[in-house]
């Protein structure tokens, strides 16, 4: 069997880079895949045997090319899988839109593993979505709001109430986490800018920022200069990526402060390993926290999207890890994370999430 998976990839983010990596994995490890192709022009760093079916190429001929390319691998694949990410809400992007137009052409038999259903900009939206269900085979979402949403259309169509990929992390390769006995605490921030458009902020970015730079210099001095930061650069891109609000947020930090600022790698496992060696991680970004949780190190994540208030309920994550969009004083941000900096054990949580996100590939199957 081989299989064609589609996503927002090739955009040089770390969480989009480990559903490449998941994907490449379970089709192998579940479904006996002897190949994997990534409906993408680029891919992250995967096995010899994942290949990209698109190319970069100059504008002009971008379009033409592609499509070309795209019509010679459907003609002999025609399993083509959606995996990861918030893919439903209709706004099509030019993979999905050459998908909806050829459905019929190459007879593809497509699913979806791992995604977000919604939140929808219109009434016109969702319908887009309803009828492009309608073709599809199976859909594994990774949210209990998405499986309610899917529920209510009624549909002919299986609905898996799984997890979000990251989730199979452990699975595919164990990570060290930090034993919490050095005198030196740990902690990671994944930062990122946010925007109306993307977000529903409760204040700009630069308080945020501040707010967080204040409690880490006031809680660097209570631990006697014996903090240490790890800021990681989930998003890559060179002028919409992570490292400017990275570097805003250093230039907030007081001297004494020490810090390390961690590139974006397209080896998505080498981010999986840098957060397990922090003792918690303070997130703006959903990766950011689901790869803290699946590493079972503490974390606080920014509650703007609708997605990240859907995971920490899902995850069932305790009231006193939980901040809203930051919505605290310095002092309460401090007292969290002396708490998280504190001993926890949510191992059967993540083991239930582990479970749940195996359903992606066990029970959403071709027929």
């Known amino acids: 069997m081989k299989v064609t998976f589609s996503g927002f990839y090739g955009m040089s983010n770390t969480g989009d880079d480990c559903f490449c990596k998941i994907a490449e994995w379970g089709a192998k490890h579940y479904w006996n895949a002897d190949a994997s192709y990534f409906f993408s022009k680029k891919i992250p760093q995967l096995s010899p045997s994942s290949k990209s079916i698109l190319k970069q190429l100059p504008h002009h001929r971008l379009s033409f090319i592609n499509k070309f390319l795209a019509d010679n691998h459907f003609k002999k694949n025609n399993h083509l899988v959606f995996a990861g990410g918030s893919i439903f809400h209709g706004k099509e992007w030019w993979e999905m839109d050459y998908a909806k137009q050829n459905l019929d052409r190459f007879k593809l038999r497509v699913g979806a593993i791992g995604v977000s259903v919604g939140p929808f900009d219109s009434v016109n939206h969702e319908k887009k979505v309803i009828e492009f269900m309608k073709n599809m085979s199976f859909?594994?979402?990774?949210?209990?709001?998405?499986?309610?949403?899917?529920?209510?259309?009624?549909?002919?169509?299986?609905?898996?109430?799984?997890?979000?990929?990251?989730?199979?992390?452990?699975?595919?390769?164990?990570?060290?986490?930090?034993?919490?006995?050095?005198?030196?605490?740990?902690?990671?921030?994944?930062?990122?800018?946010?925007?109306?458009?993307?977000?529903?902020?409760?204040?700009?970015?630069?308080?945020?920022?501040?707010?967080?730079?204040?409690?880490?210099?006031?809680?660097?001095?209570?631990?006697?200069?014996?903090?240490?930061?790890?800021?990681?650069?989930?998003?890559?891109?060179?002028?919409?990526?992570?490292?400017?609000?990275?570097?805003?947020?250093?230039?907030?930090?007081?001297?004494?402060?020490?810090?390390?600022?961690?590139?974006?790698?397209?080896?998505?496992?080498?981010?999986?390993?840098?957060?397990?060696?922090?003792?918690?991680?303070?997130?703006?970004?959903?990766?950011?926290?689901?790869?803290?949780?699946?590493?079972?190190?503490?974390?606080?994540?920014?509650?703007?999207?609708?997605?990240?208030?859907?995971?920490?309920d899902d995850i069932n994550w305790s009231d006193?890890?939980?901040?809203?969009?930051?919505?605290?004083?310095?002092?309460?941000?401090?007292?969290?994370?002396?708490?998280?900096?504190?001993?926890?054990?949510?191992?059967q949580d993540v083991e239930r999430c582990m479970l749940k996100a195996e359903k992606n590939f066990t029970e959403a199957v071709f027929e």
């Open 320 to 347: 006193q890890l939980r901040v809203g969009d930051f919505e605290v004083s310095t002092d309460e941000l401090v007292d969290r994370i002396e708490l998280m900096l504190q001993p926890h054990d949510f191992s």
């Open 139 to 312: 859909i594994s979402v990774r949210d209990q709001k998405s499986y309610d949403i899917v529920n209510s259309y009624n549909l002919d169509l299986p609905c898996i109430n799984s997890f979000d990929l990251a989730a199979l992390l452990p699975r595919v390769e164990s990570c060290t986490t930090s034993d919490g006995n050095s005198s030196e605490a740990t902690i990671g921030l994944a930062l990122c800018s946010f925007n109306a458009k993307s977000a529903q902020a409760h204040h700009d970015n630069q308080s945020r920022l501040k707010l967080l730079a204040s409690a880490i210099n006031r809680l660097n001095i209570l631990r006697n200069n014996q903090l240490k930061l790890k800021l990681f650069v989930f998003h890559g891109h060179e002028t919409q990526g992570d490292l400017a609000t990275n570097k805003v947020f250093a230039n907030l930090l007081d001297p004494s402060v020490k810090y390390e600022i961690c590139q974006y790698n397209r080896d998505p496992m080498d981010m999986w390993h840098q957060i397990g060696a922090c003792d918690a991680v303070l997130s703006f970004r959903l990766h950011g926290a689901i790869y803290s949780f699946m590493a079972q190190v503490p974390f606080l994540l920014a509650e703007v999207h609708e997605k990240a208030t859907n995971f920490l």
